[in-house]
């Protein structure tokens, strides 16, 4: 009958068009998160411009961190191989349009439906959404391009308040850059997808050293103490 030609018909169709479209978007992945690499490691994606600056001392401070900056400039300083502790105390809620969040991140169980599409465009597919993402820019360029820490921060209190604590080893010497992790445009306005983002945090860094005692409290909580 006329469904038994049809019908084949209909599915080769179907499959003819699934074998032209899932090579043209998997090309499409490709380039987006090739040019995106490239841009993040560059300074194309972010970049301070500031100057750089000298390593600074055991205990850096800085106030007013904005989860809707792509490239939130810290005035903070590294030294490649060295040990660092860094503290966020949130200062207004985080949230990433209507999902509340906080400096640990959310997975896309939390996502809408079009979650799904903008994680091929968020900046670490590894790291979860909103968590703070460490960026060092270097003093001249290499080609391994600036490296970027995601901050596994874990929650932790001193009397009433609440703080965000994470531990990274710099990768480079050179100045540090925050941003949360979210989706980032391959080309045009890189503040696109941070837009409607909010929340904020002071943020304090020192450095510190691993010889296999048992973490201290961080020195950036003293003054909370006193």
């Given at each position: 009958?006329?469904?038994?030609?049809?019908?084949?018909?209909?599915?080769?169709?179907?499959?003819?068009?699934?074998?032209?479209?899932?090579?043209?978007?998997?090309?499409?992945?490709?380039?987006?998160?090739?040019?995106?690499?490239?841009?993040?490691?560059?300074?194309?994606?972010?970049?301070?411009?500031?100057?750089?600056?000298?390593?600074?001392?055991?205990?850096?401070?800085?106030?007013?961190?904005?989860?809707?900056?792509?490239?939130?400039?810290?005035?903070?300083?590294?030294?490649?191989?060295?040990?660092?502790?860094?503290?966020?105390?949130?200062?207004?809620?985080?949230r990433d349009s209507t999902i509340a969040a906080d400096p640990r991140g959310f997975g896309l169980e939390r996502m809408p439906a079009s979650g799904f599409v903008a994680t091929v465009l968020?900046?670490?597919?590894?790291?979860?959404?909103?968590?703070?993402?460490?960026?060092?820019?270097?003093?001249?360029?290499?080609?391994?391009?600036?490296?970027?820490?995601?901050?596994?921060?874990?929650?932790?209190?001193?009397?009433?308040?609440?703080?965000?604590?994470?531990?990274?080893?710099?990768?480079?010497?050179?100045?540090?850059?925050?941003?949360?992790?979210?989706?980032?445009?391959?080309?045009?306005?890189?503040?696109?997808?941070?837009?409607?983002?909010?929340?904020?945090?002071?943020?304090?860094?020192?450095?510190?050293?691993?010889?296999?005692?048992?973490?201290?409290?961080?020195?950036?909580?003293?003054?909370?103490?006193?």
């Amino acid at each position: 009958g006329v469904k038994w030609k049809v019908v084949p018909n209909a599915v080769g169709i179907v499959l003819l068009l699934c074998g032209v479209a899932v090579p043209l978007l998997a090309a499409w992945l490709v380039y987006v998160r090739t040019e995106m690499a490239f841009a993040e490691h560059s300074q194309a994606a972010c970049s301070s411009a500031e100057p750089m600056q000298p390593a600074g001392g055991p205990l850096q401070r800085a106030t007013g961190f904005d989860t809707r900056s792509p490239c939130w400039a810290t005035g903070f300083a590294v030294t490649r191989g060295r040990h660092y502790r860094i503290v966020f105390a949130v200062t207004a809620p985080w949230r990433d349009s209507t999902i509340a969040a906080d400096p640990r991140g959310f997975g896309l169980e939390r996502m809408p439906a079009s979650g799904f599409v903008a994680t091929v465009l968020r900046r670490s597919i590894t790291d979860p959404w909103l968590r703070p993402m460490l960026k060092i820019e270097m003093p001249s360029k290499s080609l391994l391009g600036s490296p970027i820490h995601g901050l596994n921060v874990v929650e932790t209190s001193s009397g009433s308040a609440t703080y965000y604590v994470a531990e990274f080893e710099a990768g480079e010497d050179g100045n540090v850059v925050l941003f949360v992790n979210d989706a980032l445009k391959p080309a045009g306005d890189k503040e696109y997808f941070y837009a409607n983002n909010a929340g904020g945090a002071d943020v304090c860094m020192e450095q510190i050293v691993r010889d296999g005692r048992p973490p201290r409290q961080p020195s950036c909580l003293d003054p909370v103490q006193r």
